[in-house]
């Protein structure tokens, strides 16, 4: 943590490389503090234990005390921005706190999807908005997680999307349109920006602003591969395919009588080949979920009637 109080209950900055005379003291829980000031780290405040401490669930890596630092001027360039405010009715403290109302959280490392629910519901019942950036450890890979699915933002423009910070590289990402195909590998768009250039808030903002309908392309997959991939899990007993498998039979169908001459990619989180049959349960933390299963309903609607090679917004199957 950058932020402690001293004895009078002034906010103190390590940065600003405070007297190790002094004693320090989280603003949350009041506990004592220790001042770290070593080679790696940028200068910092840490828990002597953090098991009495509700504002505070971990010590933070180097990689999150710069970023954090990092955002923090960059926000500082055009918008009002606090460093780990701690908000009293919430008992939470967010990385940063823009414009009073905004809460912008840096995840570095894994978190159970109970905190993150907790934390997410908390913010929004207090009428705060929160933006997720995640670091390193949580970038958006082959596939995706669950968490990294429950950190996903929606927008009609830019349909899921995902920011990614880069602190080696010195950028910002954003990952959207986000869909899998049926080995959950996953495809998107990537915009990328560079630190400190531009107003922040408004690069944060670009999932929502009106623009022209990005448009990603399907990779070539054929439809043999595609059956020779649900043929294998088959064979091999894969627990989540016999479940679809079960599902076809109950509806006399088999799954490798599907019309392979299509490209089977979905908005992530929707499994295409069960949609029919089943009610869809899947939400995410982030999300409203109407949103997530119009989506769902009008992309499965067009996908029925057309054979895909591009992937589009949500408000393009709006009018198809």
Partial sequence: MIIAEDKYGNRVNSIQQPSLMDSYFCPACKASLIFKNGLVYT???????????????????????SLKLQLFEWFHQSEKVELEKYLPELEQTPDLL??????????????????????????????????????????????????????????????????????????????????????????????????????????????????????????????????????????????????KQALFYENQKHLLDLDFSKKYVAPAGLDLLCFPFQKVE????????KDTIRYYQEYYRYFQTHHQSFLYPPYFYHTQ
């Fill in 43 to 65: 200068p910092h405040f840490a828990h002597r234990t953090l098991k009495d401490c509700h504002a505070w669930s971990e010590n933070e890596s180097a990689q999150h005390l």
């Fill in 98 to 243: 823009v414009n009073d109302r905004i809460a912008i959280e840096i995840q570095c490392s894994s978190l159970s999807l109970k905190r993150l629910k907790e934390r997410t519901e908390n913010y929004q019942a207090y009428g705060f908005k929160v933006i997720w950036l995640m670091g390193k450890d949580l970038w958006i890979q082959k596939g995706m997680t669950t968490l990294q699915k429950n950190l996903m933002g929606f927008s009609e423009n830019r349909g899921f999307y995902f920011w990614e910070l880069d602190e080696k590289n010195q950028k910002l990402r954003l990952k959207s349109l986000i869909h899998e195909d049926l080995a959950h590998h996953t495809m998107y768009l990537t915009d990328v920006f560079e630190f400190q250039k531009g107003n922040l808030l408004s690069l944060l903002r670009l999932p929502f602003e009106k623009q022209k309908c990005p448009v990603l392309e399907i990779p070539e997959q054929d439809g043999k591969s595609q059956f020779d991939f649900i043929q294998r899990q088959l064979y091999h007993c894969a627990p989540s395919w016999l479940k």
């Fill in 282 to 289: 899947q939400k995410f933390i982030q999300l409203h979920h």
